[in-house]
C-alpha cells in the first residue's frame, strides 16, 4: 500500500468513495481533510494521545476478548467475543464519537450535530460532547425514536436536543438527509459527527482510524489468549463501522503513528478470513414496484451508486432512486454501506455474506441464554451467521466475533419482534403481554 | 433536438427570469401546464427538477414536491417524455441529482444521460452534490453534446475553489444567496452583494444568476441591483403548486397564480436595472 493511499489519498477505494456534496460543504470538506490529516495521521499537537488517553479513562478501552465456552461447544470450534458491548455507552460507537468530538474542539468547531439510526451513534455523541462539553443535536427518524426510546432518553440526559424527522420512511436515511441540511445551514461553526464509514472523504478513513482500536487490541489480546491471529473475523454490517474497526489492521497493519507494534509483528494477515454479515432482512428479492428493499444488504445485493457523499453499493432501482431498505435491526436498516467495505468485498479481500431476521433474533435469545450476554440486534447478526454455517469448522480454529453492542437499546424491539414470530429458543412471551405485563 | 445549448441567449440583453418547478409535480398533466404558464410570465430559461429520492440540498418546500412527484409516478423515462411534451422555447436546464445522471443507461457513466437529454432538448445541467472535484465525466459529456454545465456558487467557496467553479461552468454561474438548503426567505442576505463581487472579480464574463430565498418583486429588483444578471426562483413557486394540490383547487386556476407571481418576479427583475443604472448616475 502506497504512502498516499495509506493517508487516504484521493478518498478514493477503487472505484468507490469520492466527495459528492454540495459546494456549500466543499470548504469544510477540505478544512475537515486538512484537520484528519494532521491531527490523526501525524499526531499535531499529540492529538492521538490525548485521543488514546480519553478512550482509555473515559471510554474504558481496552474491551476484553474472551473465549465464548457455550458456543465453542456447540460449534466446535473456538470462538472468542470482542467485546466492544462493554465500552462506555454499550457500543463501539464511542471510538468515533469520541474522535470526531475531539477534533471538532481541535479545529475551533462550537457546535455538534449528529444523525442516528438505532441510536447508539447518538448517544454516542452525546456523551463524548457532553464529556467535552460541546452543544449537541442529533437528527433521528420518528420511526427510529418510537423503535429505540431508552435510548432517545439516554442522549437527552446527556444534553443533547433530539429532533425528530417525520419526513420518508423515517429511518436513517431520512436522518442523514436532515443533518447534512443543518450542516449546509450551520457548516461554519459547526462539526457534523457522521456515525459510519459513509459520507464523503475524508468520513470513511477517518471513522475507520478511529474504530482502529478495536482490530490493534484484537490481535494482541488473540497472541496473548491462544497464541496467533484467528483464522476468521466475523461482524456485521451496516454502513460498516464496526466491521472496518475490527478488519483494518488485519487489511493494513500499521495504519496509524503509535499503533503497538505487536500487532504489527503479528504478521500473516491475508491468511485471516474476514467476514461481513449483512441484514438479509425478510428476504434478498427487491420490490421494485414499490421501490422496497426488504433486507439491507448493500454489499450482497446492491448496485454501484453515489448516495450521501460517496460512491458506493446502493439499494437502488433502475432509474437510481434509493430503496427503502428493512431490518429487524434499526442499526442495520441503511440502503448503502461504507465505499472501504465495498471495495474490499470487489477485491475478495472481504466476504459479504447475510442472514435473515428470523436468524437473527434466534441468536439474540442464544447469546443471551448460552452467555449470560445480552447482543444488539446489530450483533446478533454476526453471531447468527455461526449458527447458519454449515459446518462451522469450516470457519477455521479460531473464530473472533465482534459483539458491536449490547442489547438494552434494542429490548423493546425485541419483545415485539419475538411476539410475532415462532423462535424455538425464545422464552415465553405471555408474561409480557396484556395488563400488568411490562408493556 | 440537438446541437447547440440556448441557454446564452436567455442572458443577452435584459436581466433574466429563471424560475424552478419540479417536473411532474402534483401530476404530470398539471406540471406540464405549470411550466408553461411560466414561460407566458416571461421565463427566460427554466429549471426543470427531475425528482431523486434523497434530494439533500432542498429545503421542506422542493422536499415535498418531489416527494409528490414521485409519488405520482414521475421517472426518469416520464421526465423525457414530460420535456419533449412541453410545448416551450425558453432554454431548459436539468436540475437533479448526480446518482440519477450517473446510472442512466446501460454503463455507468453519466454520457448516455446527457446524450438523451440532449436530444430531448435539454440545454444544460445543475447538479447540486457535484462539486468541481466530481464534475469531470459530466463537463466532458455536455462538452460532446454542446450542453452546459452550470455550477452553483456558495457563500463558503474560497477564492480557489472559485476560480475552479468558474473554469468548469458554462451557460450561467448558479450564486446562492446565502447559506443552507433552498427556501423562501423575507429577505436578500448580504452575502448575496459579497458573492457577486467576489465573482466579478474573476473576470468571468459567465452570467450571474442568483437563487436561494427570492420569492418577490422587491427581492427580484434587489438582487438585480446588486450586480446580478438573473434570479433563480423555486420554492416560492413550488408553494403555489402545493397550495393549488392541497386545496384541490383547479389546474387552471393555479396555472394563473404562478404566471402572476412569475411576472412581478420578472418585473421586480426588470426594475432592478433601472435602479443599477440609476445608482451608476
Redesign the interface.
Known amino acids: 500500500m502506497s504512502e498516499q493511499q495509506r493517508r487516504g489519498g484521493d478518498g478514493k477505494f477503487g472505484e468507490y468513495g469520492?466527495?459528492?456534496?454540495?459546494?456549500?460543504?466543499?470548504?469544510?470538506i477540505e478544512e475537515l481533510t486538512d484537520a484528519y490529516e494532521r491531527y490523526v495521521l501525524d499526531n499535531e499537537d499529540g492529538f492521538m494521545d490525548e485521543f488514546r488517553e480519553r478512550l482509555r479513562d473515559f471510554g474504558g478501552r481496552p474491551t476484553p476478548l474472551g473465549r465464548a465456552d457455550q458456543l465453542s461447544e456447540r460449534y466446535g470450534v473456538e470462538v472468542y467475543l470482542k467485546r466492544e458491548d462493554l465500552l462506555h455507552g454499550g457500543a463501539h460507537k464511542l471510538n468515533n464519537a469520541l474522535g470526531q468530538c475531539l477534533l471538532a474542539k481541535y479545529m475551533g468547531k462550537e457546535r455538534i450535530v449528529a444523525e442516528t439510526g438505532a441510536g447508539q451513534h447518538g448517544t454516542a455523541t452525546a456523551m463524548a460532547a457532553a464529556h467535552l462539553d460541546m452543544p449537541c443535536e442529533i437528527y433521528m427518524g420518528r420511526r427510529d425514536i418510537n423503535r429505540q426510546r431508552p435510548n432517545v432518553f439516554r442522549m437527552r440526559i446527556n444534553g443533547a436536543e433530539v429532533n425528530p424527522v417525520d419526513?420518508?420512511r423515517g429511518t436513517l436515511?431520512e436522518a442523514i438527509?436532515e443533518t447534512?441540511?443543518d450542516w449546509?445551514?450551520?457548516?461554519?461553526t459547526t462539526h457534523y459527527v457522521i456515525g459510519s464509514i459513509v459520507g464523503p472523504h475524508p468520513f470513511p478513513s477517518m471513522v475507520r482510524d478511529f474504530h482502529r482500536p478495536i482490530s490493534a487490541e484484537t490481535k494482541r489480546q488473540s497472541i496473548d489468549a491462544f497464541g496467533r491471529l484467528p483464522d476468521a473475523v466475523v461482524a456485521c454490517a451496516g454502513g460498516g463501522s464496526n466491521t472496518m474497526g475490527i478488519f483494518s489492521e488485519f487489511v493494513d497493519a500499521g495504519g496509524l503513528p503509535g499503533t503497538d507494534p505487536a500487532t504489527n509483528e503479528a504478521g500473516a494477515e491475508d491468511d485471516v478470513d474476514l467476514y461481513a454479515v449483512e441484514a438479509g432482512g425478510s428476504s434478498l428479492a427487491v420490490d421494485e414496484e414499490r421501490?422496497v428493499a426488504p433486507n439491507s444488504a448493500s454489499l450482497s445485493t446492491g448496485t454501484?451508486?453515489?448516495?450521501?457523499?460517496a460512491r458506493t453499493k446502493?439499494l437502488?432501482d433502475?432509474?437510481?432512486?434509493?430503496m427503502e431498505s428493512h431490518s429487524v435491526s434499526s442499526g442495520l436498516d441503511y440502503a448503502g454501506v461504507g465505499p472501504e467495505l465495498a471495495n474490499l468485498v470487489d477485491e475478495g479481500r472481504v466476504d459479504a455474506v447475510n442472514v435473515d431476521d428470523d436468524a437473527a433474533l434466534e441468536a439474540f435469545h442464544r447469546l443471551s441464554q448460552a452467555e449470560g450476554i445480552i447482543p444488539a440486534l446489530e450483533t446478533a447478526h454476526a453471531l447468527a451467521y455461526l449458527e447458519e454455517h454449515d459446518d462451522p469448522s469450516e470457519l477455521g480454529e479460531y473464530v473472533v466475533v465482534n459483539v458491536s453492542g449490547r442489547g438494552d437499546k434494542d429490548l423493546e424491539s425485541a419483545i415485539e419482534e419475538t411476539a410475532t414470530r415462532d423462535l424455538p429458543n425464545a422464552p415465553e412471551m405471555g408474561v409480557f403481554e396484556g395488563e400488568g405485563g411490562l408493556r | 433536438m440537438s446541437g447547440q445549448s440556448h441557454i446564452p441567449a436567455a442572458f443577452d440583453g435584459e436581466p433574466a427570469f429563471v424560475p424552478y418547478l419540479a417536473a411532474g409535480d402534483p401530476n404530470y398533466e398539471a406540471s406540464l401546464e405549470y411550466v408553461e404558464a411560466l414561460e407566458r410570465a416571461g421565463a427566460d430559461c427554466i429549471e426543470l427538477g427531475l425528482p431523486?429520492?434523497?434530494?439533500?440540498?432542498e429545503?421542506?418546500t422542493i422536499?415535498q414536491a418531489v416527494?409528490r412527484a414521485?409519488e405520482g409516478g414521475m421517472?426518469?423515462?416520464r421526465y423525457f417524455e414530460f420535456v419533449s411534451e412541453l410545448d416551450v422555447d425558453t432554454p431548459l436546464v436539468c436540475m437533479t441529482?448526480?446518482?440519477?445522471i450517473?446510472?442512466?443507461g446501460d454503463e455507468?457513466g453519466p454520457e448516455p444521460f446527457v446524450e438523451r437529454a440532449a436530444a430531448e432538448g435539454i440545454d444544460g445541467f445543475v447538479v447540486?452534490?457535484?462539486?468541481?472535484?466530481?464534475a469531470g465525466p459530466l463537463r466532458e459529456a455536455c462538452d460532446e453534446h454542446g450542453r452546459d454545465l452550470v455550477?452553483?456558487?456558495?457563500?463558503?467557496?474560497?477564492e480557489e475553489?472559485l476560480q475552479r467553479?468558474v473554469d468548469l461552468s458554462s451557460g450561467y454561474l448558479y450564486i446562492?444567496a446565502r447559506?443552507?438548503?433552498t427556501g423562501a426567505r423575507a429577505s436578500v442576505s448580504d452575502r448575496t452583494s459579497e458573492s457577486l463581487a467576489r465573482v466579478a472579480e474573476t473576470g468571468t464574463d459567465l452570467p450571474r444568476a442568483v437563487g436561494f430565498g427570492i420569492s418577490s418583486f422587491e427581492q427580484a429588483r434587489d438582487v438585480i441591483a446588486a450586480g446580478a444578471d438573473g434570479v433563480i426562483v423555486g420554492s416560492a413557486l413550488v408553494d403555489i403548486v402545493a397550495e393549488g394540490h392541497e386545496t384541490d383547487r383547479p389546474v387552471a386556476e393555479t396555472a394563473a397564480e404562478l404566471e402572476e407571481l412569475g411576472r412581478e418576479l420578472k418585473e421586480g427583475a426588470l426594475a432592478g436595472t433601472e435602479t443599477e443604472a440609476s445608482q451608476a448616475d
Do not use: C
Open positions: 469520492g466527495q459528492y456534496v454540495p459546494e456549500a460543504l466543499m470548504p469544510a419526513i420518508g436515511k438527509n447534512m441540511r449546509a445551514t450551520t457548516v461554519e421501490g454501484e451508486g453515489v448516495l450521501h457523499g446502493v437502488q433502475a432509474d437510481g432512486q434509493i | 431523486f429520492s434523497e434530494p439533500i440540498a429545503g421542506p422536499q416527494v414521485l421517472t426518469v423515462e441529482y448526480y446518482n440519477l450517473y446510472r442512466y455507468e447540486p452534490d457535484l462539486p468541481a472535484e466530481e455550477s452553483i456558487v456558495a457563500p463558503t467557496t474560497g475553489r467553479l446562492q447559506l443552507g438548503v
